[in-house]
């Protein structure tokens, strides 16, 4: 069985993949403000300030998210993991979209999120269709 690093390396990345180094930089920077986010959020909705369904969004979100690296280094599954990157990107884009009318902070928190799911998505469909 190979290991995650090999997996990566194995297939053809497109010219705009980044060096691996940068997913642990920017998951180090995203994970703690995703973090200080669903905190808050949990705050809002226990004072009921925020609807319960964000936070059952901001769930699923999360759910999919730590599936997302399994799926695709673990079981080597590019379409699984696709589709799983395109719920993490759909609940995040959704959450935000709803946040904003109840928190700017919590907007402001998951926009790094935002940019990078975007990202991250764009590359793995082009990684998918490309292997």
Request: no cysteine.
């Amino acid at each position: 069985m190979r290991t995650y690093q090999e997996f990566y390396q194995s297939i053809e990345k497109p010219f705009f993949a980044p060096p691996e180094w940068v997913f642990g930089v920017a998951w180090g920077i995203i994970y703690p403000l995703i973090a200080i986010a669903g905190i808050y959020l949990g705050y809002l909705v226990y004072k009921n300030r925020a609807p319960k369904i964000l936070l059952a969004i901001f769930g699923i979100n999360l759910i999919a998210n730590f599936l997302f690296t399994p799926i695709q280094l673990g079981l080597e599954a590019l379409w699984p993991a696709s589709l799983d990157i395109l719920v993490v990107l759909g609940t995040l884009a959704y959450l935000e979209y709803k946040i904003w009318s109840y928190s700017k902070t919590i907007f402001v928190l998951l926009l790094p999120y935002l940019l990078w799911g975007g990202f991250a998505t764009v590359l793995q469909l082009t990684i998918t269709f490309t292997n």
